[in-house]
């Protein structure tokens, strides 16, 4: 920062106690400018921006053998998907009449803002609307994000630029009435035992539906038929899939979430088992329909076999956004369909090499998340029609 911009900020007031914003929200902030002396700005501006972004590197060795081509290097891979952009300017430097300068706000006094300001702080609100579609949650991994920002800048001739920026939480609407969350699922698996252990063993599960919002409870219910020779127990596991996706390669990660051990089932008996497994409300929504990166979740339950290999079933689960919680937030729009979370088909392959810029680190480095604001009532005046140009971003195609 210079000496002459001694500060600039930007912040928001929350919506809601858990600070997150879904569909149609209104999002409105501050930017906060501290000058040491009277300063000319050319621009000062506030954005609001949402884009996916994957970035990984891999080390690769030597070339085929007996090509006599022999080669070392590392090869970054990453791509981006952008979703939305809308800038709106305090201070621009217009030709013509300024009532027309398209996103250019005015202050109190309906007038535009001087663009020579004094020494001292000086404050600049704004408001944005989320989009009413609905796009991916927010999501860090280690490869890749899903982020929603607003960036500042204030441009000075002959200057360096001073910009701030804040990352704002963003989960989607639920989607609770699209059938096809709401199927039970069942599966079957059959073993045959060898070496250390004779007979075979059966069972099936089966749960009640595929989609569950955070901190519900997935309700497994396992049939075993065990007429094997030993007591066998059985095991359940949640576990998260985490798929990068960059010039025709995929980076994947998993991490089990939660994990249950039951009580062993005797030798030549049948049993029904139920366990309840819990959904941390603190996990990332699944994320199915981004073309660079998805984030999906799975339910395995598997019986323990001693030296052997375990028989196990496994179904996808969706883990979709949470109801409402009453004054959380505004009564959801009408559902979009489960094609707003799962495209199986959508392809992730589409992207441009990269070439890794010089520095000490090529590892990925996501925005570091804001500060949450201090809560704050939401504004109680309507949003204006989505034909007002400044409040609105576009949206994609």
Do not use: M, W
């Given at each position: 920062m210079s000496q002459t911009i001694k500060k600039i900020s930007v912040t928001y007031d929350a919506v809601n106690p858990s600070n997150t914003f879904t569909n149609g929200d209104l999002i409105h902030g501050r930017v906060t400018v501290e000058v040491a002396k009277d300063t000319k700005i050319d621009s000062l501006l506030i954005k609001f921006k949402a884009k996916a972004f994957v970035r990984w590197t891999e080390h690769h060795g030597t070339g085929h053998h007996g090509t006599g081509h022999h080669g070392k290097g590392t090869v970054t891979y990453w791509d981006k998907e952008k979703y939305f952009t809308s800038e709106q300017y305090f201070i621009k430097e217009v030709k013509g009449n300024d009532d027309f300068a398209p996103g250019l706000l005015k202050n109190a006094s309906g007038q535009p803002y001087c663009d020579v300001v004094a020494p001292g702080t000086h404050v600049y609100p704004f408001a944005f609307q989320v989009p009413q579609q609905t796009l991916p949650a927010s999501f860090k991994g280690e490869w890749g994000y899903v982020g929603y920002f607003l960036v500042t800048k204030l441009s000075r001739s002959m200057r360096l630029s001073s910009k701030d920026k804040v990352e704002i939480h963003y989960i989607p609407k639920p989607v609770i009435t699209d059938p096809a969350l709401m199927i039970p699922q069942d599966g079957t698996k059959d073993k045959r035992m060898k070496l250390f252990t004779s007979g075979n063993v059966s069972f099936s599960i089966h749960t009640d539906r595929m989609g569950?919002?955070?901190?519900?409870?997935?309700?497994?219910?396992?049939?075993?038929?065990?007429?094997?020779?030993?007591?066998?127990?059985?095991?359940?596991?949640?576990?998260?899939?985490?798929?990068?996706?960059?010039?025709?390669?995929?980076?994947?990660?998993?991490?089990?979430?939660?994990?249950?051990?039951?009580?062993?089932?005797?030798?030549?008996?049948?049993?029904?088992?139920?366990?309840?497994?819990?959904?941390?409300p603190s996990l990332t929504m699944s994320i199915l329909d981004c073309r660079i990166l998805k984030v999906e979740y799975r339910l395995k339950v598997y019986l323990d076999v001693p030296y052997a290999s375990d028989p196990e079933i496994t179904f996808p689960i969706v883990i979709i956004p949470p109801a409402p919680a009453k004054g959380d937030f505004a009564p959801p729009a009408p559902s979009t369909g489960f094609g707003g979370y799962w495209n199986p088909g959508q392809e992730g392959w589409n992207s441009a090499p990269y070439t890794a810029p010089p520095g000490p680190s090529a590892a990925f480095a996501p925005f570091a998340p804001a500060a949450p604001s201090a809560p704050s009532a939401p504004a109680a005046a309507p949003p204006p029609s989505y034909e007002s140009y400044a409040l609105y971003p576009p949206l994609p195609n």
């Open positions: 569950y919002s955070l901190g519900e409870g997935i309700k497994v219910v396992a049939e075993v038929q065990n007429s094997s020779s030993r007591d066998l127990k059985p095991k359940y596991c949640l576990y998260s899939k985490h798929s990068f996706f960059a010039r025709g390669k995929r980076r994947l990660s998993t991490h089990d979430i939660v994990k249950v051990e039951g009580e062993p089932i005797a030798q030549s008996t049948h049993q029904t088992i139920t366990k309840i497994l819990t959904i941390p």
